[in-house]
Nanobody, 115 residues
């Protein structure tokens, strides 16, 4: 079992920045890829960025050049640095950890960008 706790969400003006954190606990040695998803009201949950245990990264096109995902394996924590935020980035952001064929999720943190 893996537990994930997100933090760092909040209200920010367009053009501003936020950093999200996700701390993992439990069977952390079994975690492979980790990532951030987001879900806006009335929309599906979509992948925003992901990072492998070795540090390889993926970003959806909408956030390339604005968001940076990083991972501190010693702290069992991943981060999402978000810059130049736009109103379209408003959503609940969820942390995800992949273990073999299982997915674990955090409870989510709200990010609201005012225009």
């Amino acid at each position: 079992q893996v537990q994930l706790v997100e933090s760092g969400g909040g209200l920010v003006q367009a053009g501003g920045s936020l950093r999200l954190s996700c701390a993992a606990s439990g069977n952390v040695f079994s975690i492979n890829n980790m990532g951030w998803y987001r879900q806006a009201p009335g929309k599906e949950r979509d992948l925003v960025a992901a990072i492998s245990r070795g540090g390889n990264t993926y970003y959806t096109d909408a956030v390339k050049g604005r968001f940076t995902i990083s991972r501190d394996n010693a702290k069992n924590t991943i981060y999402l640095q978000m810059s130049n935020l736009k109103a379209d980035d408003t959503a609940v952001y969820y942390c995800n950890a992949q273990v073999s064929f299982s997915d674990y999720w955090g409870h989510g943190t709200q990010v609201t960008v005012s225009s």
